[in-house]
Antibody
Framework: EVQLQQSGPELQRPGASVKLSCKAS????????MYWVKQRPKQGLELIGR????????DYVEKFKNKATLTADTSSNTAYMQLSSLTSEDTATYFC???????????WGQGVMVTVSS | DIQMTQSPSSMSVSLGDRVTITCRAS??????LSWYQQKPEKSPKLMIY???NLEDGVPSRFSGSRSGSDYSLTINSLESEDTGIYFC?????????FGGGTKLELK
């Protein structure tokens, strides 16, 4: 069974950084791109970027290029997203999602809530 | 970026209703569109892919269609478990972009 297990909720101060994890199981980690998606309270979904776990190559949506850094550890089948210089605008739930061949997201992590507050 | 304009933003519906949600693409996306259902505090669930294909395990009362740049998700005979928020997603062009969402609530 495919599962994407994300790390727990985070409470961070403005200006801090946070690193979120997404541990994949039930499939070959390197065969699927992993995407990260942002959802702010009562708002829609916003794509952040993706990583190819096979070679570590990444693509970011322009507005997140200086905000998010995506990495992957093939030894532990885990994808990571680091968010830097946190502000209140980063308060959101973040999902990892697996991209399949059709181009859609067939499996999602459970989401992790990041709260930025002083 | 391709804009996906989703309507309506919310609907108050009754059990047994036929419900249609629409996304309009600002550029040609072919059939590179999928639909997701999201329950409160849960992650999105893939319902329809390739604009018209039902994902495995999704009830047959759900269907997807396309008319030009308009893409629709239809639920025939709404059941209580169908409430939630529905999003469309285009993946013709990077970056993939989502519709704004439609919240389905029971009257």
């Amino acid at each position: 069974e495919v599962q994407l297990q994300q790390s727990g909720p985070e409470l961070q101060r403005p200006g801090a950084s946070v690193k979120l994890s997404c541990k994949a199981s039930g499939y070959t980690f390197t065969e699927y791109y992993m995407y990260w998606v942002k959802q702010r309270p009562k708002q829609g979904l916003e794509l952040i970027g993706r990583i190819d776990p096979e070679d570590g190559s990444t693509d970011y949506v322009e507005k997140f290029k200086n905000k998010a850094t995506l990495t992957a550890d093939t030894s532990s089948n885990t994808a990571y997203m680091q968010l830097s210089s946190l502000t209140s605008e980063d308060t959101a739930t973040y999902f990892c999602a697996r991209l399949r061949g059709y181009g859609d997201f067939d499996y999602w992590g459970q989401g992790v809530m990041v709260t930025v507050s002083s | 970026d391709i804009q996906m304009t989703q309507s309506p933003s919310s609907m108050s519906v009754s059990l047994g209703d036929r419900v249609t949600i629409t996304c309009r693409a600002s550029q040609d996306i072919g059939n590179y569109l999928s639909w997701y259902q999201q329950k409160p505090e849960k992650s999105p669930k893939l319902m329809i892919y390739g604009a018209t294909n039902l994902e495995d395990g999704v009830p047959s009362r759900f269907s997807g269609s396309r008319s030009g740049s308009d893409y629709s998700l239809t639920i025939n005979s709404l059941e209580s478990e169908d409430t939630g928020i529905y999003f469309c997603l285009q993946h013709k062009q990077y970056p993939r972009t989502f519709g704004g969402g439609t919240k389905l609530e029971l009257k």
